[in-house]
């Protein structure tokens, strides 16, 4: 068990941050239509959207069979990280995966609980808009996955260089 303590407890704070800031935009900062916006910094808005898709609009679920369908392939995939969580000795890794971890379940909770993703976070230049509207969880997520890919491109680096294993784990 001390092996998941890394990856789960940054789950765990992903988790909790992200249906935090969903509950704080939806309820007290009264955001409930579609399209309501709070201006927060100039390039920096809180818009309410309701993502009922997987990341950039993809499999779009617009009704219950494709809402489940979708809610057991994110699970599948919440598992397949948590499994990879306790078998990562790589503890950056670790953290990088809970990030992925707790991003999904917040995004599996959602669609379990309402159909659809509740996503907030507008940052824009003026009318340009860099990122589609997102949630704490999607970032997580993103950040998570590119944690991932860079650590693994500098891995093979340091394989190609002649380092083993023992090397790179004394770093990491």
Known sequence: MLKYRLGCAVAL???????????IVTGPMGLTQIGDEHFFL?????????NEGISLGLLNATNP?????????????????????????????????????GGALGNILDRTLHGYVVDFADLHF?????????????AAISIGVVILLLRAFVSRKDQAKGNGPEERTEHA
Do not use: C, Y
């Open 42 to 50: 100039p390039i920096f808005s809180f818009t309410l959207q309701h």
């Open 65 to 101: 069979v494709g809402r489940w369908l979708l809610v057991a392939l994110t699970s599948a995939i919440a598992i397949g990280v948590a499994v990879w969580i306790g078998r990562e000795k790589n503890r950056v890794d670790q953290g990088a995966l809970g990030m992925v971890l």
């Open 13 to 23: 704070v992903v988790f909790a941050l992200d249906q935090l800031m969903k509950w």
């Open 126 to 138: 003026g009318a340009w808009r860099p990122f589609l509207i997102f949630n704490v969880g999607d």
